[in-house]
C-alpha cells in the first residue's frame, strides 16, 4: 500500500502494537439459514485487518458511494481492510471499511458440497487485527494534514485512548482492561437499509478460481496512487 507520507511509516507505528490474531467459527449446520447474519454490519477500530479466503461465502463490504458488494479472494490472496485508525492517519481520505457476513445462496451451496464431500461444514474466519502501538499518537500524516477540517475532525490522540473511547460508545469498555485485551473490538454502526438482503447475482463463491480483475473489489488501491479521492478502505493483496 503506496500512502503519501514516510514517517513514521505505518511499519513504525505498529512496532508493538496490541496485534491479534482472532478465529471466529460458525456452525452452518445450526446457523445455515439463508439471510442468517454471521457478523452484524460494522467497521473495525484497529489500523488494518487481514482477512484469508474462507471455504464458505458471504462477506460483504460497502464501497464508498454506498454499494454493497461480494467479496471474492482470488487464491494466494488476502483482503486487507482499513480499520478507524487508518482513517486516523488519512484524514478520511480513506475510510474503516463497513463489513458483514450473510448467509447466502452461495453459502448454502458451498455447505452442501462440504456436506457431500464429508467435509466440516463449519466457517473459519482466521482473522488478523493490526493495531498501531498503544502510545503511537494518531493523527492526519503527510499531505493528509493538510486537508481543510482534517485536524478537526481527526485531532491527535494516543491509539490506546481511541481504542478505549470506541469501545466506551458501544459500552464494551471494562475499567480494567488494557488496550492491548481490548484489541479485536468491532464498533458496530446503525443497520443498513440492505444490510439483510442477499442481492441477486452478488453471493460470491470463494471456493472458485479468480484474478483480481474479475474480482468487485480487485485492485481498489489504484484510488492511492492516481491521485483520486476513492479508496474504499478495502484492497486485495497477493500473498508473497
Known sequence: MLLPFRRPSLQELMVQGPHLLAPT??????????????????????????H???????????????????????PGCLLMQ????????????????????????ATLAAVEAARGAGHSTWRISSTVFTHCASDAVLRPLGRFAEQPGS???YP?????????????????????????????GQVVRPPSPVANK??????STSGLSGTANNTPIGGVTGGLNNGSSCATGVAISAVR
Open 25 to 50: 467459527a460458525s456452525d452452518l449446520d445450526c446457523n445455515g439459514r439463508l439471510g442468517a447474519v454471521l457478523a452484524g454490519y460494522h467497521y473495525d477500530l484497529n489500523l488494518i485487518t487481514v
Open 156 to 184: 491527535a490522540i494516543k491509539a490506546g485512548d481511541q481504542v478505549q473511547r470506541e469501545l466506551e460508545a458501544i459500552c464494551l469498555r471494562k475499567v480494567t482492561a488494557s488496550p492491548a485485551a481490548a484489541g479485536a
Open 82 to 105: 482499513a480499520g478507524k485508525q487508518l482513517e486516523w492517519l488519512t484524514g478520511g481520505y480513506i475510510m474503516a471499511g463497513m463489513h458483514e457476513v450473510v448467509v447466502t445462496e
Open 52 to 74: 484469508g479466503r474462507s471455504r464458505f461465502p458471504g462477506l460483504y463490504v460497502w464501497l464508498r458511494d454506498g454499494r454493497r458488494v461480494a467479496v471474492r479472494i482470488p
Open 151 to 153: 485536524a478537526e475532525a
Open 198 to 203: 442477499t442481492e441477486p447475482g452478488a453471493a
